[in-house]
Every structure is written in C-alpha cells, then in structure tokens.
Nanobody, 115 residues
Framework: QVQLVESGGGLVQAGGSLRLSCAAS????????MGWYRQAPGKQRELVTS???????NYVDSVKGRFTISRDITKNTVSLQMNSLKPEDTAVYYC?????????WGQGTQVTVSS
C-alpha cells in the first residue's frame, strides 16, 4: 500500500522560507517520479514542481529561482525548499508519487504566507 506523509507546512511572513518533506512508503525499490502540487482557495490544483526517476526537475514559472525540489533515494523522501515566499504561494501543498499511470497523494500540508 502506497503512503505519502508530508510535513513542514506552517505560517511564515513574506520573504521567509519553509521546507516541506514527504516520506513515501510501499513503493518498493523502484524510483518513481515525484513532486508537489498546490491548491489555493477557489483555484484548481497546480503542479508546482516534479523530479523524474533520473533526477530531472521541472518548475512552474512562478516559483523558478525560489523553490528547489530534491530527493533522498536512500530514505525515499522528497523535499521542497521554498525561499522568498510570497502571499500568492499560500495554498495546501500535496506531495505525489506517479506509479505508471496513477498518482498517489499525501494528505496535504498548509502553507500560509502573510504580507
């Protein structure tokens, strides 16, 4: 059974930093693509960043240069370092792992950036 557990959300002032972590279990020894989506109130869920099985990364334009995704294969975790946070980054952030054609999701963690 695939499970993802996120941690690290919270309240921060604009310009501050937060680090989100996501621990995956039940995925065996295969390295699958992982990443983070976010959903702000009244908006659709948005892909923020992803990291492929080979370690290639992608970012939505709005976070380029501010957010960094990384993974620890030995611990089966993925992290999101978020710097220079803006109020528009406020959302629930969801970790996912993509196994073949299915995305498995974490429970979400709230990130709130005050102005």
């Amino acid at each position: 059974q695939v499970q993802l557990v996120e941690s690290g959300g919270g309240l921060v002032q604009a310009g501050g930093s937060l680090r989100l972590s996501c621990a995956a279990s039940g995925t065996g020894n295969t390295i699958y693509p992982m990443g983070w989506y976010r959903q702000a109130p009244g908006k659709q869920r948005e892909l923020v960043t992803s990291i492929s099985s080979g370690g290639s990364t992608n970012y939505v334009d709005s976070v380029k240069g501010r957010f960094t995704i990384s993974r620890d294969i030995t611990k089966n975790t993925v992290s999101l370092q978020m710097n220079s946070l803006k109020p528009e980054d406020t959302a629930v952030y969801y970790c996912y792992v993509r196994i073949y054609l299915t995305n498995y999701w974490g429970q979400g963690t709230q990130v709130t950036v005050s102005s």
